[in-house]
Protein backbone atom coordinates (compact mmCIF):
# COMPACT_ATOMS: atom_id res chain seq x y z
CA UNK A 1 0.00 0.00 0.00
CA UNK A 2 1.71 3.50 -0.85
CA UNK A 3 0.02 6.34 0.85
CA UNK A 4 0.99 10.28 1.03
CA UNK A 5 1.54 11.06 4.62
CA UNK A 6 0.60 14.87 5.54
CA UNK A 7 2.63 15.90 8.05
CA UNK A 8 -0.47 17.14 10.61
CA UNK A 9 -1.52 13.24 10.93
CA UNK A 10 2.23 12.59 12.19
CA UNK A 11 1.85 15.75 14.43
CA UNK A 12 -1.24 14.42 16.34
CA UNK A 13 1.00 11.50 17.25
CA UNK A 14 2.74 13.65 19.30
CA UNK A 15 1.47 17.30 20.19
CA UNK A 16 -0.87 17.79 22.66
CA UNK A 17 -4.54 18.97 21.23
CA UNK A 18 -8.16 18.63 22.33
CA UNK A 19 -9.59 17.55 19.22
CA UNK A 20 -10.12 14.36 19.34
CA UNK A 21 -11.47 13.35 16.10
CA UNK A 22 -7.87 14.36 14.65
CA UNK A 23 -6.20 12.51 17.07
CA UNK A 24 -8.29 9.24 16.80
CA UNK A 25 -7.73 9.51 12.99
CA UNK A 26 -3.63 10.19 13.49
CA UNK A 27 -3.82 7.14 15.96
CA UNK A 28 -5.99 4.81 13.48
CA UNK A 29 -3.23 5.61 10.54
CA UNK A 30 -0.58 4.88 13.22
CA UNK A 31 -2.01 1.00 14.24
CA UNK A 32 -2.27 0.58 10.22
CA UNK A 33 1.39 1.30 9.86
CA UNK A 34 1.80 -1.33 12.72
CA UNK A 35 -0.72 -3.89 10.58
CA UNK A 36 0.62 -3.71 7.03
CA UNK A 37 3.10 -2.92 5.35
CA UNK A 38 2.67 0.61 3.77
CA UNK A 39 5.33 2.67 1.93
CA UNK A 40 4.94 6.25 3.14
CA UNK A 41 5.82 9.52 0.57
CA UNK A 42 6.48 12.57 1.10
CA UNK A 43 7.74 15.74 0.20
CA UNK A 44 10.91 16.78 0.76
CA UNK A 45 10.14 19.64 3.36
CA UNK A 46 8.09 16.58 5.34
CA UNK A 47 11.06 16.78 8.42
CA UNK A 48 10.98 20.20 8.69
CA UNK A 49 7.13 20.83 8.83
CA UNK A 50 7.08 17.80 11.70
CA UNK A 51 10.23 19.07 13.43
CA UNK A 52 9.36 22.62 13.71
CA UNK A 53 5.94 22.45 15.15
CA UNK A 54 7.29 19.78 17.51
CA UNK A 55 10.32 22.50 18.37
CA UNK A 56 7.81 25.12 19.16
CA UNK A 57 6.17 22.56 21.87
CA UNK A 58 9.50 21.70 23.25
CA UNK A 59 10.57 25.30 23.77
CA UNK A 60 7.03 26.13 24.91
CA UNK A 61 7.58 24.95 28.86
CA UNK A 62 5.50 24.01 30.61
CA UNK A 63 2.64 23.38 28.35
CA UNK A 64 4.49 21.91 25.63
CA UNK A 65 5.90 17.93 24.61
CA UNK A 66 8.73 16.82 27.44
CA UNK A 67 12.53 16.12 26.08
CA UNK A 68 11.66 11.93 26.73
CA UNK A 69 8.21 12.74 24.22
CA UNK A 70 10.52 14.98 21.38
CA UNK A 71 12.99 12.30 21.52
CA UNK A 72 10.44 9.41 21.02
CA UNK A 73 8.92 11.28 17.96
CA UNK A 74 12.08 12.19 16.09
CA UNK A 75 13.06 8.37 16.38
CA UNK A 76 9.96 7.22 15.29
CA UNK A 77 10.14 9.16 12.49
CA UNK A 78 13.63 8.10 11.77
CA UNK A 79 11.94 4.66 11.42
CA UNK A 80 9.56 5.31 9.20
CA UNK A 81 9.48 3.66 5.67
CA UNK A 82 9.30 7.21 4.57
CA UNK A 83 9.88 7.66 0.56
CA UNK A 84 10.84 11.26 -0.10
CA UNK A 85 9.65 12.98 -3.56
CA UNK A 86 11.57 16.00 -4.88
CA UNK A 87 8.84 19.05 -5.53
CA UNK A 88 10.14 19.82 -9.37
CA UNK A 89 6.69 21.62 -10.29
CA UNK A 90 8.73 24.98 -10.66
CA UNK A 91 6.99 28.44 -9.59
CA UNK A 92 4.62 28.77 -12.33
CA UNK A 93 3.11 24.90 -12.15
CA UNK A 94 3.62 25.01 -7.89
CA UNK A 95 1.83 28.96 -7.55
CA UNK A 96 -1.21 27.56 -10.42
CA UNK A 97 -2.02 24.22 -8.47
CA UNK A 98 -1.93 26.16 -5.15
CA UNK A 99 -4.05 28.52 -6.29
CA UNK A 100 -6.44 26.27 -8.16
CA UNK A 101 -7.47 24.85 -5.39
CA UNK A 102 -6.64 27.22 -2.67
CA UNK A 103 -3.82 25.11 -1.09
CA UNK A 104 -1.00 26.66 0.91
CA UNK A 105 1.90 26.36 -0.38
CA UNK A 106 3.20 24.03 1.63
CA UNK A 107 0.11 22.02 1.05
CA UNK A 108 0.32 21.62 -2.44
CA UNK A 109 2.97 18.95 -2.44
CA UNK A 110 1.54 16.77 -0.70
CA UNK A 111 -1.68 16.70 -3.05
CA UNK A 112 0.56 16.83 -5.95
CA UNK A 113 2.40 13.57 -4.99
CA UNK A 114 -1.30 12.14 -4.45
CA UNK A 115 -2.57 13.50 -7.70
CA UNK A 116 0.55 12.81 -9.73
CA UNK A 117 0.96 8.94 -8.54
CA UNK A 118 -2.54 7.80 -7.92
CA UNK A 119 -1.37 7.27 -4.06
CA UNK A 120 -4.12 7.97 -1.36
CA UNK A 121 -3.51 10.92 0.79
CA UNK A 122 -3.68 10.74 4.64
CA UNK A 123 -4.36 14.06 5.81
CA UNK A 124 -6.47 16.22 8.22
CA UNK A 125 -6.60 19.42 6.07
CA UNK A 126 -9.61 20.77 5.04
CA UNK A 127 -7.80 22.27 2.25
CA UNK A 128 -6.39 19.31 1.16
CA UNK A 129 -9.82 16.80 1.44
CA UNK A 130 -11.76 19.59 -0.65
CA UNK A 131 -8.60 19.59 -3.64
CA UNK A 132 -8.54 16.14 -3.40
CA UNK A 133 -12.54 15.42 -4.10
CA UNK A 134 -11.98 17.79 -6.57
CA UNK A 135 -9.54 15.92 -8.17
CA UNK A 136 -10.45 12.55 -7.61
CA UNK A 137 -7.73 11.87 -5.27
CA UNK A 138 -8.71 9.27 -2.71
CA UNK A 139 -8.39 9.96 0.77
CA UNK A 140 -7.18 7.42 3.36
CA UNK A 141 -9.74 6.57 5.79
CA UNK A 142 -9.84 4.39 8.82
CA UNK A 143 -11.42 0.81 8.45
Same mark, same amino acid.
Given at each position: ?8 ? =? ?13 ? =????? +? ?12 ? #? ?9 ? #? ?9 IS????? +? ?32 ? =???? =? ?33
Amino acid at each position: MHVVLDANV =YLNWFLPSDKTDQIR =YAKAF +ANLLKSEAVTLHVP #LHFELEVLGPL #LRSLRSTPAGISEKKFR +AAVDEMDALPLSFHELGLGFYKMSALATAYNLSI =YDTP =YFNIARSFGFQLATLDSGLMTASKAWGVELWQPA
